[in-house]
């Protein structure tokens, strides 16, 4: 288990085609080529990890399943933020083939007990390296709501940079290549709110 830590950059589209220019000057190259990234996050009845998740409790956990690029392979991701910091479990669903068969799912956890989909949040995703910094750019986000048969999707016209570091790497150095402030972004989080019409 290796723990991380995770810095985020709510950004403007603009912003983040200005950002991602000047850290190319700066030596940042390609990691891996772009992917649409699929995410279904599962919650209780009363979303239970969503509350934990916007109060801030620690421990707390995200439950959610992840497909890349429209295929059909599935895995299941259990992030766990904590004191120590971040991890995360994966498990390759190799029973599951489709959405439809993924939308009748449950999850049960020891915690929070039984766990439905709650939102499907889909945006395309960028990677780079700069020294010992991995830095994502992750554009053109929607958001599917699960808990209605009609499934309504929503636009999101922000973005977010998303920096990680080895857990030892000091806050000063991170800062000394990044000017911008950081700021909360939690795509599950949003997806909700857009959902229930709050933003």
């Not at 999101?156 to 570091?165: A, F």
């Amino acid at each position: 288990m290796s723990f991380r830590k995770e810095k985020k950059y709510r950004l403007t589209y603009s912003d983040m085609l200005t950002l991602k220019a000047k850290l190319k000057g700066h030596g940042m190259t390609p990691l891996y080529p772009a992917r649409l990234i699929s995410s279904c996050y599962f919650d209780t009845h009363d979303l239970r990890l969503y509350e934990e998740s916007e109060e801030g409790v620690l421990p707390r956990k995200k439950i959610r399943v992840r497909w890349y690029n429209k295929n059909n392979s599935f895995t299941k991701e259990v992030k766990v933020s904590s004191i120590e910091g971040r991890f995360k479990y994966t498990e390759r669903l190799s029973s599951l083939s489709s959405f439809s068969e993924l939308n009748d799912m449950t999850f049960f956890d020891q915690v929070y007990g039984s766990l439905k989909p709650a939102i499907v949040v889909s945006y395309e995703r960028e990677y780079y390296s700069l020294g010992t910094l991995r830095v994502t750019f992750d554009s053109q986000i929607k958001y599917t709501d699960c808990r209605l048969q009609t499934l309504p999707s929503y636009r999101d016209d922000e973005c977010v940079m998303e920096v990680k570091v080895p857990i030892d790497c000091e806050d000063d150095y991170i800062e000394s290549i990044i000017s911008h402030s950081t700021a909360r972004f939690s795509k599950y989080s949003r997806g909700l709110l857009f959902s229930d019409g709050s933003m």
